[in-house]
């Protein structure tokens, strides 16, 4: 089946500090892929996507790039605020299923930024 | 702009007891997801609707039933409840792609 494998954390950084957390997956065909945001006391968010290979996703200063020869998707960002401290999800969709849009998930990897 | 509401968003159970989980989306959306979340696993689909009048199973389904009232509503119910249910539930639809979550239902069974 579908798993996704994403750096454990947690991870402290110093505020403009440039951010990698890795993900890799394991899938079958083609999958969309996801990085999610939770905010402490909240659901989780979509924070960029990619939708085939060697397409770059991103949004508020975070990058990912979809390699299919590794299977990866690291999300990156050049400078860190502490505004960005989140648990960071990162997600696959295979798109299995009439009208069905399942996500498998990483476990999720806390980012805490102090100033 | 509600999006996805879940209702409550904290319940204390004693073993055994049932209760229903509540959410409810206003953004037209066909498919709804149940997840839930506990330290170190992720999230983890317990039951999902494609559209209106379907569900099916997810990874973790036992001790859960699902009922999709109509295209806005989709209900969690514990019929018996265990301390292996305690977590943090998400309600969450689709706009293709793209998930949209509640703010979460934290249960806890002692």
């Known amino acids: 089946g579908d798993s996704v494998t994403q750096m454990e954390g947690p991870v402290t950084l110093s505020e403009e500090a440039f951010l990698t957390i890795n993900c890799t997956y394991t899938a079958t065909g083609y999958p969309s892929l996801f990085w999610y945001v939770q905010y402490p006391g909240e659901g989780l968010q979509l924070l960029l996507k990619?939708?085939?290979?060697?397409d770059k996703g991103s949004n508020k200063g975070f990058e990912a790039t979809y390699r299919k020869e590794t299977t990866s998707f690291h999300l990156e960002k050049g400078s860190v605020q502490v505004s960005d401290s989140a648990v960071y999800f990162c997600a696959l969709s295979d798109g299995s299923g009439a009208g069905s849009y399942q996500l498998t998930f990483g476990k999720g990897t806390k980012l805490s930024v102090i100033p | 702009n509600a999006g996805v509401t879940q209702t409550p968003k904290f319940q204390v159970l004693k073993t055994g007891q049932s209760m229903t989980l509540q959410c409810a989306q206003d953004m037209n959306h066909n498919s709804m997801y149940w997840y839930r979340q506990d330290p170190g696993m992720g999230l983890r689909l317990i039951y999902y609707s494609a559209s209106e009048g379907t569900t099916d199973k997810g990874e973790v389904p036992n001790g859960y039933n699902v009922s999709r009232l109509n295209k806005r509503e989709f209900s969690l119910r514990l019929e018996s409840a265990a301390p292996s249910q305690t977590s943090v539930y998400f309600c969450?639809?689709?706009?293709?792609?793209?998930?949209?979550f509640g703010q979460g239902t934290r249960l806890t069974v002692v």
């Open positions: 990619a939708t085939k290979a060697d």
């Open positions: 969450a639809s689709h706009r293709s792609l793209e998930a949209f």
